[in-house]
């Protein structure tokens, strides 16, 4: 027993119990929110690479008069000007972007962009399951594997 006047230091078991089922429960609340906070800007980020990838490819075929294809596994010198990651280093990318000739026309008529989520080349564990792979082609359409009017602005 402590004696009378003394106060005791401290917190108690069930008051440290009391703030850390306090902390978990905003945490339980928070979280969801923010991974999907995560997920929409990483997005953006892949739409904003997709248009600054589409404006070199337009300033390359009215040099060239043609498109150029890429992918991470290019090995033409003119292709390997096209960046198939986002940031600064492919591991920490949460897309890989690549380009084609569109569906049934030639590469020098029209380009497909296309922004894949989680790739073995990039940070695999980043996925996008709302959106899926993001398309951008030369003809200025835009799409998604997903529900593709909310993926895009």
Not at 47 to 67: G, I, K, N, P, S
Not at 106 to 124: F, K, S, W
Request: with cysteine; charged share 20%.
């Amino acid at each position: 027993m402590l004696p009378r006047g003394t106060r005791r230091r401290g917190f108690t078991l069930v008051e440290l119990m009391v703030v850390l089922a306090i902390v978990a429960i905003l945490g339980a609340i928070g979280y969801p929110g923010y991974a999907a906070h995560v997920v929409k800007a990483r997005r953006v980020e892949a739409q904003l690479a997709l248009v600054d990838a589409m404006q070199r490819q337009e300033q390359y075929r009215a040099q060239h008069h043609t498109y150029v294809a890429f992918s991470s596994g290019s090995e033409d010198p003119d292709s390997q000007q096209f960046r198939w990651w986002l940031g600064s280093q492919p591991e920490t990318s949460a897309y890989e972007v690549d380009g084609y000739a569109c569906e049934g026309q030639d590469i020098g008529q029209c380009i497909e962009l296309r922004a894949q989520p989680g790739t073995a080349n990039v940070d695999a564990g980043f996925d996008d399951p709302d959106c899926g792979v993001l398309t951008f082609d030369s003809t200025g359409a835009q799409g998604a594997s997903g529900n593709a009017p909310r993926c895009w602005p």
